[in-house]
């Protein structure tokens, strides 16, 4: 069990350490959003990043692992993933690499960052869960969507943030960003099935 963790949670680390390196970049090729709202243009206080575009990417990753090992072990390695990003962090900060955490980010954004996150991937995992089976494509595609969701609505929610004119197309836009992710990620998946098959005793996907 502990050497089946190994990959998962490095990959899910990785996925989330991708995001949230990018956190800051804003995505400026998505100018073209202000002409169908003057609120989503990028550039009016970032709120599209290119790392909230690379963040779905995790429910992709979630799923692979739900798919080969089981629910149980998907969700033991989100859990083990925050565990050993927490540990990184304290790690960090004895040796002195960072004396404090809001030299990497704000507390407040870090906490309703990680509990939004860690929401939306319990959903993801049940959800996978509950559509295992045939056709193929059910169980990725709802659990990636409506992970995404509730990442996106909780996180909102987690930042003290209403649902004003500026708020709601924006929530819209990322709501489309987590639709057409659940989409795009069947393609790898589809190519990925025969490489990564269930272990005995976890059913089919």
């Known amino acids: ?29 998505f100018r073209f959003l ?8 990028p550039t009016t206080d970032s709120w599209l990043t290119w790392g909230a575009l690379l963040l779905p990417a995790t ?22 993933t925050w565990v050993f990003i927490a540990g990184g962090l304290v790690w960090a900060l004895r040796e002195g690499f960072v004396h404090e955490l809001s030299e990497i980010a704000p507390v407040r954004i870090m906490g ?19 559509f295992r089976g045939i056709p193929w494509w059910k ?30 197309p924006r929530l819209a836009a990322l709501g489309g ?4 992710w659940a989409c795009f990620q069947l393609v790898p998946t589809k190519f990925l099935r025969r490489a990564i098959r269930p272990c005995p005793g976890y059913g089919g996907a």
């Open 1 to 29: 069990m502990i050497g089946q963790l190994v990959l998962p949670v490095l990959s899910l680390a990785a996925t989330l350490a991708l995001a949230w390196t990018c956190r800051a970049e804003v995505a400026t090729d």
């Open 34 to 41: 202000r002409d169908m709202h003057p609120s989503l243009d």
């Open 59 to 80: 429910f992709f990753v979630l799923n692979l692992i739900n798919r080969r090992y089981g629910s149980a072990l998907a969700l033991g390695a989100a859990l083990l």
């Open 112 to 130: 309703a960052f990680v509990g939004a996150m860690l929401l939306g991937q319990i959903v993801n995992v049940s959800f996978f869960d509950w």
């Open 139 to 168: 169980a990725p595609f709802v659990a990636a969507l409506l992970g995404g969701l509730t990442f996106t609505l909780a996180f909102h929610l987690a930042m003290g943030s209403g649902f004003d004119e500026v708020a709601l």
């Open 177 to 180: 960003l987590q639709l057409i």
